[in-house]
């Protein structure tokens, strides 16, 4: 598996949004069914690093709207920052409802997740 996604749960009014520009970035990425693996959550369901190694073979993990250290992270780190640990990548990034109006914030993710997933 390239990636896991894990990405905060969107707001109904705007999960087609959310859910739309998750596609793009995935698209953008050469990421789909087959190599990737979204997972959505709320802060009390517990997927967390140990559940993903557990359930997921991966060298990439993107964050959405969960900050690291809540994610059981050894560390915090800045948003679109690449982040090692125990040879995975992992980025940071805003909600995607946050990202949806944002263009500043879209370009920073891009820039990132390009240099991970095209070269």
């Given at each position: 598996?390239?990636a896991?996604?894990?990405?905060?749960?969107?707001?109904?009014?705007?999960?087609?949004?959310a859910n739309?520009l998750?596609?793009g970035?995935?698209t953008?990425c050469k990421l789909d069914?087959?190599n990737?693996?979204?997972l959505?959550?709320?802060k009390?369901s517990?997927?967390d690093?140990?559940?993903?190694?557990t359930?997921?073979?991966?060298s990439?993990?993107?964050l959405?709207g969960?900050?690291?250290?809540?994610f059981?992270?050894?560390?915090?780190f800045?948003?679109?920052?690449?982040?090692?640990?125990?040879?995975?990548?992992f980025v940071?990034?805003?909600a995607?409802?946050?990202?949806i109006?944002?263009?500043?914030?879209?370009m920073q993710?891009?820039?990132?997740?390009?240099q991970?997933?095209?070269?």
């Open positions: 598996m390239r896991v996604i894990v990405a905060t749960q969107s707001n109904e009014k705007i999960e087609k949004e739309e998750l596609s970035i995935l953008a069914n087959s990737a693996a979204v959505y959550t709320d009390e517990g997927t690093l140990q559940f993903i190694k359930h997921y073979a991966t990439t993990i993107i959405f969960i900050a690291p250290a809540a059981g992270l050894p560390i915090n800045p948003p679109f920052q690449i982040q090692q640990v125990d040879n995975i990548q940071e990034s805003p995607l409802e946050e990202m109006s944002d263009k500043s914030l879209k993710l891009w820039n990132c997740l390009k991970i997933f095209i070269g």
